[in-house]
């Protein structure tokens, strides 16, 4: 009889484990210290940590998918994954084409990357990742805005003297800057953007509400506080 009950327990478990949804969880892996690829080849980062709690917490069997930023969007639509989990910001242009979470970080500032504290970011030539709310930003400031496929680009372009400064995420810049002699960050900060969230299609209501309730879990236990503090991606809820 006891093994009869045992029985019946292993396959009721492989039952529920069999018809777990499965979520495809697109990221770029090269946006550190949002996300990256670790020496083992694996997405890494505090959007790997926290896809995987809340895909636990909402009881999902999630697979991570690496794409190019330039197209992230796109794939997320044409069905190549089902989320967006990338450093994304919300904004209203990338509403209009897919739906997003609640935010789970807040508005992180942008800052400058310069090789000399005199690097004209006014009138002068900015680098910016092609498709983020900094290349935005600089088409509409006045300077001259260069743009790349991936941020590492950026930062070559600076170097090489294409460009005079580079404006992202001031987490990921402030540690190259922080290991590089030759590198600084400007004083000068621009807030934009509306906040990091999750992006889906449009049709996926069902799996929004999921996330949006396990993020609202996260943030009411302090997990999500304890996340942003451990890879200081910036001020927590």
Do not use: H
């Amino acid at each position: 009889m006891k093994n009869l009950v045992l029985s019946t327990a292993i396959l009721a478990l492989s039952a529920g484990l069999a018809t777990a949804q499965t979520v495809r969880m697109g990221t770029e892996g090269a946006y550190p210290p949002y996300n990256f690829i670790n020496d083992a080849g694996e997405v890494d980062g505090f959007e790997r940590e926290l896809g995987d709690e809340l895909c636990k917490r909402a009881e999902l069997d999630c697979q991570w998918v690496t794409n190019d930023w330039d197209s992230i969007i796109p794939n997320l639509v044409s069905g190549n994954y089902d989320t967006i989990i990338a450093g994304m910001s919300i904004t209203e242009d990338r509403a209009q084409v897919i739906d997003f979470t609640q935010g789970y970080t807040q508005p992180d500032p942008s800052g400058y990357l310069v090789m000399s504290a005199d690097a004209d970011v006014k009138g002068g030539v900015v680098a910016a990742q092609t498709g983020t709310i900094q290349a935005a930003f600089i088409a509409e400031s006045g300077a001259t805005l260069v743009e790349f496929a991936t941020p590492d680009e950026t930062v070559s372009a600076l170097r090489s003297g294409e460009a005079d400064a580079v404006l992202a995420d001031d987490a990921y810049l402030q540690p190259i800057a922080d290991e590089n002699d030759d590198l600084m960050m400007l004083e000068q900060q621009e807030m934009i953007g509306g906040g990091v969230g999750m992006g889906l299609r449009q049709s996926d209501d069902e799996l929004r509400a999921k996330f949006d309730a396990a993020i609202d879990s996260m943030k009411a236990d302090g997990s999500l506080n304890a996340l942003i503090a451990k890879w200081e991606i910036g001020p927590g809820f």
